[in-house]
């Protein structure tokens, strides 16, 4: 992601997701499910059409056109979301149109770091580039040695694993993880059972899972120990 932190935006009335490609249309589709209503926009008739009934609104337009955006109550908004895939003409003017909306939480999707930073310059709050950011994550998670990764920001990341077999058996205090290999281990899941927090006491299963954080070089050097 692009851009420094930002405050907390307290959401109100429908998040407007445009373009209802498989991005915008699982994000579209999440949101609803998360109880969200949901205005969703694309120029293409039948992406619309296959939309409908799905959810809140869904509407064909012009999204490069502030006034189309306008008519649409888009400046109302809280929150938009750019997911228009390869069209980065499209994907640019339709966020500066928002942003001469002042619409005040603007995520928008990038495809490359320059298309990213095209979209920053003109004023998205939020850049994201879902297709490095699964491909990094699924590059990691193919070898086998994880099963879950996920990337808290540029250098610190947590991820779901197997207990290493040289540490099956022993109690998580005597371990000490912090000094040998700089990472934390968050939680636990004993085989057969839900996660639950880990503690200093807590033995460590052969057949175990935990969820463990740290910084991403730590991350993966400890990710290397035999499991």
Excluded at 122 to 150: D, Q, S
Excluded at 153 to 179: C, H, Q, S, W, Y
């Amino acid at each position: 992601m692009l851009g420094g932190l930002r405050p907390q935006i307290e959401h109100r009335g429908e998040i407007v997701v445009i373009g209802l490609g498989r991005f915008g249309s699982s994000l579209a589709s999440t949101l609803i499910e998360m109880g969200h209503e949901v205005l969703g926009i694309d120029a293409d008739a039948d992406r619309v059409q296959a939309h409908a009934g799905m959810l809140t609104h869904v509407v064909q337009a012009d999204t490069t056109n502030e006034a189309t955006l306008r008519q649409l109550g888009v400046g109302d908004a809280v929150t938009a979301v750019v997911a228009i895939g390869a069209d980065v003409e499209a994907s640019v003017l339709t966020t500066g149109a928002l942003v001469d909306l002042e619409v005040p939480n603007i995520w928008a999707k990038a495809l490359t770091q320059s298309h990213g930073r095209i979209l920053q310059r003109v004023g998205a709050h939020h850049v994201v580039f879902p297709e490095a950011e699964m491909g990094n994550r699924v590059a990691r998670l193919v070898t086998g040695a994880l099963i879950e990764y996920f990337a808290l920001d540029d250098d610190f990341v947590l991820i779901e694993m197997r207990v290493p077999k040289n540490l099956a058996g022993m109690k998580l205090g005597a371990t000490d993880l912090r000094a040998t290999y700089k990472v934390t281990v968050v939680c636990i899941k004993p085989e057969g059972l839900a996660f639950t927090y880990a503690e200093s006491a807590t033995t460590l299963g052969e057949h175990d899972l935990i969820v463990v954080a740290g910084h991403r070089g730590d991350i993966e050097r400890f990710a290397h120990v035999e499991t």
